[in-house]
């Protein structure tokens, strides 16, 4: 089983739509955990941080559900520009603090 | 402030060669690492470094040496060029320190063809 996994869809939803995205995580001693948005052939850029009460960055919301081990990114209102693909990451307890990433889940909003 | 400058954009190899894929950051970070990103595999990490003279293996470091003599440069080389090794690759820097302060900076990647 992968460290980190994620739905690599592609999620296609309608502009104005809610869409969330999961990702789960298989190391119970992950510390921290991020979300990072990718757009076609550019680098990853980071989205937000996750913190284990959940933090909202306007039309994005992210969880921590330490107990079923996942991490979940929620767009409400989605616009054209969230078109892109979603990376979460994950960094380990007691290890180098260099993350290790999902496969990504690619977002198509769509008129 | 460049943030994470990578060198060359693209490259096109025969297998055997080798070449080295440069990167430096401008913004004192401790931590240096590559990953590369194949389509339907996400982004791997080859190496990384935590400081300078200290570098280490990630999940897929065979074919490919790093060395860290510098906080600023972290190359990249390879070492007999084969074509699983086409691939576009990231060079990343974070600060170091608290996992949770730990967000990485990306270069603009390097796209690599192995014929």
């Known amino acids: 089983r992968k460290e980190v996994e994620q739905d690599p869809g592609p999620f296609n939803v309608p502009e104005g739509a809610t869409v969330a995205f999961n990702c789960t995580y298989s190391n119970s001693a992950s510390q921290s955990f991020f979300w990072y948005r990718q757009d076609c052939r550019k680098e990853p850029k980071l989205l937000m941080s996750?913190?284990?009460s959940g933090n909202e960055d306007g039309r994005f919301t992210a969880q921590l559900n330490r107990a079923s081990q996942y991490i979940s990114l929620l767009i409400r209102d989605s616009k054209l520009s969230d078109s892109a693909t979603y990376l979460c990451a994950v960094i380990r307890g007691g290890g180098s603090y260099i993350p290790t990433f999902g496969r990504g889940t690619s977002l198509i909003v769509h008129p | 402030n460049a943030g994470v400058t990578q060198t060359p954009k693209f490259q096109v190899l025969k297998t055997g060669q080798s070449m080295t894929l440069q990167c430096a950051q401008d913004?004192?970070?401790?931590?240096m690492s590559w990953y590369r990103q194949d389509p339907g595999m996400g982004l791997r990490l080859i190496h990384y470094s935590v400081g300078a003279g200290i570098t280490d293996q990630g999940e897929v470091p065979n074919g490919y040496n790093v060395s860290r003599s510098t906080t600023e440069d972290f190359p990249l080389r390879l070492l007999s060029a084969a074509p699983s090794q086409t691939s576009v690759y990231f060079c990343?820097?974070?600060?170091?320190?608290?996992?949770?302060?730990?967000?990485?900076?990306f270069g603009a990647g390097s796209r690599l063809t192995v014929l």
């Open positions: 990343a820097s974070s600060p170091g320190g608290r996992s949770g302060a730990n967000v990485l900076t």
């Open positions: 913004m004192n970070h401790e931590y």
């Open positions: 996750v913190y284990s």
